[in-house]
């Protein structure tokens, strides 16, 4: 068989955006608690009141002025306060996961459920029991999760009290978290991922924005990998059993011409925005070119020989990633359409279909993408996201017939075979989501991911009803077969 015996099969969701029972349990909110639905050609926006009692917003995961305060206003449906409502439904979702034969389960923990109001808060005893819930359920039905510790989800508190990851506080603030998450959990879990797609911090240092938005960015960035490597290190001196990995948002990039300038421009740019963070938390130092970054990007970071031990000390045990598409990159300026994308955009490349969403479908980069990071980094693999966002509809019949979406997984698993074949240290795969969820990028419900579709769209009109769909029955004879059966 292509694949090894164990190998892990399952699906992803992150707790921000399935849970629901946003203010419920003592969880205190998050910033996408205020973040209103996009779609696929308007941006994601978080909402607040200025001092004057005006109302603005900002894309996600910036930062609110100063004198601004995080507010709801009746005129805005918030997605993500219902979410998928896995937070009451959590027995029922995870039987249907055990239904398709899941082997493993990869969610976040909520840090605002376990520390609503930071250390200082003390720890929010409902928090933890329901994520002991959650993982004992998971072990019933013999499902091996693999858990994330942080996507995006702070509780507002940090903002209000340190600023931000700017903070150096919040590395201890982070580390304690994950303490108390290894403590609690270590008997379920044994493999845990410390910041999902850490790497989306570079978006904001990209064409259009200055040297101080520059500086900001990568000083969060520099604390938050800090953080991941003392978790690391944490995580061994609990159990030296435990793995934990990095987790970066896949860019796979092509040069559009064959000019030698695109070439290189197309290895630039996955230094700059791939690269650059995994290099670092697997090799446990910054690469040479990250000098050359710094200076384009007019940063001055201060790194203490301190952090330059604790990065050492706590490399990543193993890598995983997101991969939804590609995209190319060029010099000439006046060729190419620009593309769209989940985190970083390019040109569209010519000879690849695009999503309702404009993302690119390209499974035979997956296939080379796996063989760059073997190649690259020499360490286990796991593929924690990849899936095909689109407008699943009920048909008559009360189906829904999502043809497409398997087709797209087929094609994709088909690359992994091969790539396995070849010697790819491929460990698991799941895709995103194995449930209809909020989307991060766009706040929405309607565009779907799951194999389960969730009775909910946008608006907030629906029951919340569970239905399998057509890729239900066909990723349960994939997982049966173990990747045999596509």
């Known amino acids: 068989m292509s694949f090894p015996k164990e190998f892990l099969w399952g699906g992803s969701i992150s707790a921000a955006q399935v849970e629901g029972a946003w203010n419920e349990g003592g969880k205190a909110p998050v910033q996408v608690d205020y973040a209103a639905a996009g779609s696929a050609s308007k941006n994601r926006k978080v909402y607040y009141q200025n001092d004057n009692g005006s109302k603005g917003s900002v894309p996600i995961t910036s930062h609110i002025p100063k004198d601004a305060e995080y507010k709801l206003f009746d ?37 605002a459920r376990i520390y609503p109001n930071g250390t200082k808060g003390g720890l929010n005893k409902e928090g933890v029991e329901f994520y002991h819930n959650v993982f004992k359920e998971c072990r019933k039905y013999n499902i091996d999760p693999v858990i994330t510790l942080y996507k995006y989800d702070e509780p507002i508190y940090f903002e209000k009290e340190y600023g931000g990851w700017t903070n150096r506080s919040m590395i201890d603030e982070f580390v304690a978290f994950a303490n108390v998450c290894f403590e609690e959990y270590g008997q379920y879990i044994n493999k845990w991922i410390t910041f999902n797609e850490i790497n989306v911090h570079l978006i904001f240092t990209q064409v259009g924005f200055n040297t101080m938005v520059n500086q900001i960015k990568y000083e969060e960035l520099h604390n938050q990998m800090v953080a991941a490597a003392k978790a690391v290190k944490l995580a061994h001196e609990i159990d030296s059993n435990m793995k934990v990995g990095c987790m970066i948002a896949g860019l796979c990039d092509y040069p559009f011409t064959c000019d030698p300038k695109d070439v290189l421009e197309a290895q630039k740019y996955f230094q700059d925005n791939f690269a650059y963070c995994a290099d670092t938390m697997l090799r446990g130092y910054y690469p040479s070119y990250a000098k050359r970054i710094w200076n384009e990007k007019g940063v001055d970071l201060k790194i203490s020989d301190e952090d330059k031990m604790i990065l050492m000390e706590g490399q990543s045990d193993f890598i995983s990633f997101s991969y939804y598409m590609s995209l190319c990159v060029t010099t000439h300026k006046d060729e190419g359409e620009v593309g769209k994308g989940n985190v970083f955009i390019g040109t569209k490349n010519p000879y690849l279909e695009y999503s309702d969403w404009g993302w690119a479908m390209d499974p035979v980069g997956f296939k080379y993408f796996l063989h760059l990071l073997n190649d690259r980094y020499q360490k286990p693999l796991f593929v924690v996201e990849n899936g095909l966002g689109a407008y699943d509809k009920l048909s008559d019949d009360g189906k829904i017939h999502d043809d497409y979406r398997i087709k797209y997984l087929k094609d994709h698993i088909t690359s992994m075979k091969e790539a396995v074949e070849e010697g790819v240290n491929l460990f698991g795969y799941t895709t995103w989501g194995c449930l209809d969820l909020v989307s991060f990028s766009t706040g929405q419900m309607d565009k779907r991911y799951g194999f389960i579709y969730v009775d909910m769209d946008d608006k907030g009109n629906g029951n919340l009803r569970r239905i399998r769909k057509d890729s239900f029955y066909w990723y349960q004879k994939v997982i049966e077969s173990n990747g045999e059966i596509l």
């Open 75 to 111: 005129d805005i449906h918030y997605t993500n306060h219902v979410g998928s409502d896995f937070y009451h439904t959590y027995k029922e979702d995870i039987a249907l996961f055990a239904e398709m034969g899941f082997t493993t389960f990869n969610t976040t923990i909520s840090w």
